[in-house]
């Protein structure tokens, strides 16, 4: 019973490490947007029964525009998914990637509500590193209970 829970764990690591490295890879694939290249997409969905894509797209492509946030994100997404793949920074990793995979589930929860399967998927890849950093809690739990000092 134990290996295989340890297998399942090992699995669950390398999924989420490479779903991130796949992720922060995507990052640096298309050529940085310019204002320009934005306001044409804006005005192609600028209509109120476009609103939800329209806030997407204001949403990544400003992200985009910031010049650092895009590449930062690309950036600790590679390196935090192969800390999770390694097998001796897995913890670090896993607790790292922590507020992306929250950030990339609630960007889906908001602003793309009505896509159930993305919904499921970033759910599930948030709920793989919440259990990943809860197996590791014997590392971490003395740092949540201090005792006063006497």
């Given at each position: 019973?134990?290996?295989?829970?340890?297998?399942?764990?090992i699995i669950l690591r390398l999924f989420l490490g490479g779903f991130m490295i796949y992720g922060g890879v995507q990052k640096f694939q298309s050529p940085?947007?310019?204002?320009?290249?934005?306001?044409?997409?804006v005005n192609k969905f600028s209509f109120p029964e476009n609103e939800p894509t329209l806030q997407k797209i204001l949403y990544i492509s400003g992200a985009k525009q910031t010049g650092y946030f895009w590449q930062v994100l690309g950036i600790c997404e590679l390196l935090f998914g192969f800390l999770l793949i390694i097998q001796i920074t897995g913890f670090v990793g896993s607790l790292f990637l922590?507020?992306?995979?929250l950030h990339i589930f609630l960007f889906h929860l908001f602003l793309e509500a009505d896509e159930v399967g993305e919904?499921?998927?970033?759910?599930?890849?948030?709920?793989?590193?919440?259990?990943?950093?809860l197996k590791e809690k014997e590392k971490w739990k003395h740092l949540l209970?201090?005792?006063?000092?006497q």
């Open positions: 019973m134990g290996k295989s829970i340890n297998i399942l764990f940085p947007i310019t204002p320009i290249d934005v306001l044409k997409k922590l507020p992306i995979t919904l499921i998927q970033t759910g599930g890849l948030f709920a793989i590193n919440i259990v990943l950093v209970w201090i005792k006063p000092f």
